[in-house]
Each structure stands twice: as structure tokens, then as C-alpha cells.
């Protein structure tokens, strides 16, 4: 499978988990299929953890991933500012991996989103276009991303953001802090109602 499981940048340091591989042209004027040395891919699936009353199990999420509407209000934080504040998001729900959050695009302030150069392909979602993100004199690279045109199914897609929480000073849902994904690599928020295991870390790409 070949897919931004939640974005996949083209910059080499977060290109290449198994569900996202970007394209980069090869010595011999080919494109080639970069993954990250040293990702062991021998880990076996895990036993879920059992979920309590109230949580989820990302081990009972889709694949192909489910689109879903939330009402919680999502503030996120970046050089001590408030960037976006919005109880209009919603999240992308994918086997083995913590819910994605997409922003609403007028959610966050005006000059806190710059677009820069450099796609990814999801195989589900379509092509990811990126963006700086920007609060309180801050910069967060390429720590944004969007799918201006998506694929059928995700069009709730088109018009919201999903950030990586990791390079905010926060991000929080109904005041709970997020935790981000193991490996900054998927766009993972985590949750005290969410368990797992999660994708992320080496020798999970399989998963």
C-alpha cells in the first residue's frame, strides 16, 4: 500500500514509512520509493490493548480509513499564541493508527498557514500539498497539510488542515494536552480515551 497514511512530506527526514512513500527522483532520472534506513519491518501485529469504558481501540478502526464529524473544540497553540480555535473539525480513522484531526481552514489566524513547495500521494486520500505554520514569531516546517482535492469519500477533506501536533506547543481537545504519535512521522493525536498500540515507532510499519 502506498498512501500519506496521515501526511507524508517530502522532506527526506519524515519520507518513508511503509503506508507513505513519497517519490524522489533517482540518479537515473527515475522516480524511486524512499524509505528511512534502518525501520526494521519484522515486528508482528500486536495484542490490542483492551479498551475500558469510554475509550476506543485503534485496532477497531478502519482500513480503508472512515471520515468522521466531532463537535470537541480544538485549540492549538504555536509561540505561545493561539493559531486556530474551532469545534468544527473532523478526524480520519485508520487501523492501528490514532485519529487525524482536520481543521477547518478559516479556524486558524490570518498569516498562520504558508504553502510551500512539494506533494504526497495516498492512495485513499489523494495527492497532500504542505505548509509552514506559523504563530508568536515561530516556525513550524512543512508541519501542516491539506488535500485540496480528494479523493471520493474524503471530500471533508477539501477545505480543513491536519497538523502534526509534535510541532505545536499544543494541541489540545476539549482542554485535554495531545500527545503526538511516536516518530513525528504520522499525524497522530492521542488521547487519554484512545489505546493501542500505535504505529509509529521502528519495526511497526507493517502493523
Known amino acids: 500500500m502506498i498512501c500519506a497514511p496521515t501526511a507524508c512530506s517530502s522532506s527526506p527526514v519524515r519520507a518513508g514509512a511503509a503506508q ?11 522516480d524511486e520509493v524512499m524509505t528511512p534506513a ?11 490493548i483492551t479498551p475500558k469504558a469510554g475509550q476506543e481501540s485503534v485496532w477497531d478502526y478502519p482500513r ?13 497553540r504555536l509561540g505561545g499564541e493561539v493559531i486556530a480555535d474551532t469545534s468544527g473539525a473532523v478526524r480520519v480513522l485508520e ?5 487525524v484531526y482536520y481543521l477547518p481552514i478559516e479556524a486558524f489566524v490570518d498569516g498562520a498557514l504558508r504553502p510551500v513547495e512539494g506533494t504526497s500521494f495516498c492512495e485513499f486520500k489523494g495527492e497532500a500539498h504542505y505548509f509552514d505554520v506559523l504563530g508568536g514569531g515561530a516556525v513550524a516546517a512543512r508541519a501542516a ?17 491536519a497538523l502534526y501536533p509534535g510541532q ?32 509509529g515507532p521502528p519495526g511497526t510499519m507493517g502493523w
Open 168 to 199: 505545536m506547543d499544543s494541541c489540545e481537545i476539549d482542554g485535554e494536552r495531545v500527545t503526538s504519535q511516536v516518530g513525528d512521522f504520522y499525524g497522530g493525536w492521542i488521547t487519554t480515551n484512545i489505546v493501542g498500540p500505535f504505529k
Open 95 to 99: 487501523t492501528s493508527h490514532p485519529p
Open 38 to 48: 534502518g525501520f526494521p519491518r519484522s515486528l508482528p501485529r500486536p495484542k490490542p
Open 64 to 76: 480503508p480509513p472512515r471520515v468522521e464529524s466531532r463537535s470537541e473544540r480544538v485549540v492549538v
Open 145 to 161: 497539510w491539506n488535500y485540496p482535492e480528494p479523493a471520493r469519500g474524503f471530500d471533508a477533506l477539501g477545505p480543513r488542515i
Open 20 to 30: 507513505c512513500l513519497q517519490q524522489h527522483p533517482s540518479v537515473g532520472g527515475k
